[in-house]
């Protein structure tokens, strides 16, 4: 054995004999020769046997054995708890126990196992002792501060490592790595410039890590307990790894961090209520930045300006922070995509407010919680994707304004007896732009009114209880026949809905080939906004109050018309059934009602009857007929009817439904009904009041006016104007002059 090993192994005594080593330990039964037996041994040292020939000790016997140091076989033998090292190694191992000797003064045991592990480039795994405390990452308990002196390293030790010059040169490129320790001490890493790796798994920290301004390759701090983290504007050449079961009970913070890879807190716990828990404002990552599996938050989670190479993915994870925001990720710029689905749980805010996603926003299974205010604010938001909305559930608002997404993908979770789907029952889409919906989800007029009335009872425009019944027979039998007045937009409380959203779904049906649901969608906002428009001209100036009975009339008989102008055929069905009604009522009686328009043959008509002629309009000939056979002298009058265009009840009704044939706007076509007869006059109403006694009775009966008086001076009015009206809708429709686009 050389000077420079015993120098090394200065507790343990090797005299190198004849055939046979000694080994000088404090209690042990040792028995040493061709077969090295170290059963039931304990040793206060390290076991270090120089090797001078493979095999040349035979096998090793340790059952039970018990080192208080690590036990380090350099040799041939089967060691099984680290490689064979070179000389070169060894020789290194030497400098920088010395280094470290000289820099913090003796060292612990773990301590010289470390520094021999990072000289040969291993993960230094400190072995465990009979009793002492198992380390679950799962749980929340620290048993770690049980740990004997056997497991413990110094904060200063590694600082050496990472920061001394000439350590930086001994220690191998694989970087530090040490399992299950106990560091004592804070670990002050500040503007440290470190080459190589930094791994800690499952170890144990009594204060704050502060790495701030500091520049490493890896920092893994996989399944460790920390109180907290300070790495504001730390520069990682490839990653941060928080975790496998880390836990951290104050702030962990990464303000302005640069990484080359990703941010990855998988499986992490960061607890503390009431503040931030994780603060990355200003992050740029070349990766990611996953919280996801198991991912746990207690406290607000901050990424305000982050920008990200890859994906946010917060698939799983858990954030709470109920009364105030739990996910803060304002102004977030990520090329990829933002996943809050597979059981992500959120008791607070979710904030998104101006990010800019290259990929999807996944909301797919999720849960936000924020009773009374907004569960999710992704306003301002621009997705290049898709936004999932897929059996997510919201315990608050969800708020899209002023947002833009490529796609929308909104399958609700659930659907009601009346086979409509279980919207979010709280959702701001003011302004809110997506430039198509997935086949999936419901296209249907019915289903997506039902999610624009959720929209405005959100506004305010609605009541959130149930509208109750409106007061007046008038307005009891609109609601009753009107569908769209359902969700109380009639009601006393209800303000003028927000168009915006309303078109913009139209001309995404529109473009996606389903042309009657958008007409649908128009129609319905007209009727949505008819009467609380009319409500609010009565509030405004008297100028205003003037003129709000005539256009609410005139916007009941559009909706009725021509759907708003979004209806365009529907006027030719009030023109048949117009038509249709006059030829009924005109022909009346056999058409006996009428009676020629020009007075010589009207003269003739009438004397006629008087006299006890019984032909019909329908047959003007057969007064000619008559007069020649019962009258003495036929006149000129007489022989005129025998030329005398005959009536025809459902050319007279045409004839007078349509008065655009009048003015040239259709091919000229003489109906010879409208300018050659017209309805006979007829008694008008009558009131007789019986009198008793010379006294009037406390009753009276109303005598209803005859048929041709009715005919005449109220039905003929109103078919001509229904006509102008319906024709004037018609045309306007196809001009899109009725149309509120």
Known sequence: MDDDTRSVIRDVVLAETTGSYKLVVTTATAFLGATVALMDARLECDLVMPARGRG??????????????????????????????TPGQRKRAIALLRLLRDEVGPLL???????????????????????????????????????????VVRAEVIRTLCMHEMAQRLVDPK????????????????????????????????????????????????????????????????GVFLRGGFQATGEVRLLGAQLGGNLDCSGGRFDRPGGPALSADGLECRGGVFLRGGFQATGEVRLLGAKLGGDLDCSGGRFDRPGGPALSADGLECRGGVFLRGGFQATGEVRLLGAKLGGDLSLEGGHFEHPGDDALDASYVEV??????????????????????????????LYRLDRTPE?????VLNDFCYDAIHTRSPLNAVSRLAWLANHDR???????????????????????????????????????PDPQPYRQLADVLRQQGHDGDASAVLRALGWRRMMPMFRQRLRQSRKDRLWAAPLFVFSLLQGVVVGHGHARFRPLYWLL???????????????????????????????????GFSGSPMQPRLLAAWANINLNSITDEHRAMYDYPAFNPVVYSLDTLLPLIDFGLLPPVDFQQQEYWMPRNGPGWIREWPTEHGRPA????????????????????????MGWIVATLFAASFTRLARRE
């Open 109 to 151: 045991p773990a301590e010289r196992r470390l520094a021999r592990a990072v000289v040969l480039g291993e993960m230094l795994v400190v072995p465990e002792r009979t009793g002492d405390a198992r380390f679950d990452p799962q749980e929340n308990e620290e048993r770690w501060r049980t740990w004997g002196e056997h497991r």
């Open 384 to 413: 290049t994707g898709t936004l999932l909305l897929r059996r997510a559930t919201f315990d608050g608002r969800l708020v899209l304004t002023q947002s833009r997404v490529g796609l929308l993908n909104d399958q609700p979770l």
């Open 698 to 721: 406390w009753w009276w009966r109303l005598r209803f006016p005859s048929a041709e008086w009715w005919i005449k001076a109220v039905y003929l009015p109103a078919h001509i104007a």
């Open 175 to 238: 970087g530090i790595g040490l399992i299950q320790a106990r560091i004592t001490g804070t670990l002050d890493l500040m503007s440290a410039q470190i080459p190589h790796d930094i791994f800690f798994e499952r170890c144990g920290f009594e204060h704050e890590i502060d790495a701030y301004n500091a520049r490493l390759a890896n920092l893994g701090l996989s399944g460790c307990r920390a109180p907290g983290l300070n790495a504001d504007r730390l520069e990682c050449r490839r």
């Open 577 to 611: 059934v117009l038509w249709l009604i006059g030829a009924v009522i005109f022909a009346h009686g056999d058409g006996r009602v009428m009676i020629p328009a020009e007075r010589s043959s009207q003269r003739a008509w009438t004397t006629a009857q008087a006299q």
């Open 458 to 496: 959100t506004m305010g425009h609605l009541r959130e209880t149930p509208p109750a019944a409106p007061s007046g027979i008038v307005l009891r039998m609109l609601v009753r026949f009107l569908p769209h007045n359902r969700e109380g937009y009639w009601s006393r409380h209800a303000t003028p």
């Open 56 to 85: 040349r000790y035979g096998p090793l016997l340790r059952e039970n054995l018990h080192t208080a140091r690590w036990a380090w076989y350099t040799g041939g033998m089967p060691t099984g708890y680290a490689k064979q090292g």
């Open 423 to 427: 919207w979010p029952a709280r959702i």
